[in-house]
């Protein structure tokens, strides 16, 4: 369960290979025990509770495949970005972030958040921003603030391992989620680009592991960056005529099949949709119409 990246520096796994609900983890077994996220699933967290005294959690940031082992660390600090904290105190404000509060989709999603991924509210005991560094004893870490998914993502650089933590610019061939009302397609981009200017050898993914060649890394997050424009490229065509936002949602530019419930991955389809939407309007390639969007 616990692979070896570093001197005393492991991966470990989510259940379902670290595939939703679930995500991966880095351990940092250090003077300061640290564990970085908490979504791989009740099993594991369990076991990592028992076998370490963890003495910080650092979550990249305040969503729910990410956070929901938690509990399992009532005498943990729990430390967040700052603009992810009200995410992971209150279940509460998740529904928010998903645009459903007030909703018809708000009961299913908040099944989703407590049943499914058994989210519960957390405490926070520690906030950080981009630029801190942490000192464990052999090994620093170095906050790199990168929005876009949200507005707190974060990575994490250990400089003396070369070792960076992606958490979910996670290089999957799915490309970019950004389906929260708090997500930014430009602070995406942005945010991949600064990570291709950091020195490090091995990274780590939130849901596709360890990434041991940096040439390979760097290849990666341009596919990984390159889904946005291709997106846009999509929609664009799209509008060649007329089309509804509803129209628009159908053809599942992003997701490519809409999952179940589908009510419920319809409306986050429409939440990403609309900011590829406000991109190409800014730009004047489309415009809105009483009906919905064309190109100009």
């Known amino acids: 369960m616990y692979e070896k990246v570093a ?46 005294d963890i003495d910080l959690i650092f979550l990249s940031h305040g969503h729910e495949d990410h956070i929901a082992g938690n509990p399992s660390f009532p005498a943990t600090s729990i430390g967040v970005h700052v603009n992810d904290v009200m995410a992971v105190k209150e279940v509460s404000h998740q529904l928010k972030l998903f645009g459903v509060t007030g909703t018809d989709l708000e009961e299913v999603t908040n099944w989703v958040l407590r049943d499914m991924f058994q989210l519960k509210d957390s405490r926070v005991d ?9 000192s464990f004893g052999a090994y620093e870490m170095n906050v790199i603030h990168t929005p876009g998914h949200c507005a707190g993502h974060c990575c994490f650089l250990i400089p003396s391992a070369r070792l960076l933590f992606l958490a979910d610019i996670s290089l999957s061939s799915f490309g970019p989620l950004y389906n929260k009302v708090d997500s930014n397609l430009e602070q995406f981009i942005s945010s991949i680009e600064l990570l291709k200017t950091t020195d490090f050898e091995v990274a780590i993914s939130s849901h596709k592991g360890i990434f041991s060649d940096r040439n390979k890394v760097l290849i990666n997050l341009e596919l990984f960056r390159e889904k946005i424009f291709q997106r846009d490229e999509a929609l664009f065509r799209f509008l060649q005529r007329e089309r509804t936002l509803d129209e628009i949602a159908d053809e599942a530019i992003v997701y490519g099949v809409i999952p179940e419930p589908r009510a419920m991955y319809t409306f986050l389809e429409k939440t990403m949709i609309s900011k590829h939407l406000k991109r190409l309007m800014a730009k004047g390639l489309v415009k809105e119409t009483d009906r919905g969007y064309i190109i100009f």
């Open 126 to 134: 520690f906030e950080f921003d981009h630029g801190d560094c942490f």
């Open 7 to 52: 001197d005393n520096i492991y991966f470990i796994e989510g259940e379902n290979r670290g595939r939703d609900p679930y995500s991966n983890s880095l351990l940092i077994d250090d003077q300061v025990k640290v564990l970085i996220d908490t979504g791989i699933g009740p099993d594991r967290i369990k076991r990592v509770s028992e076998d370490f």
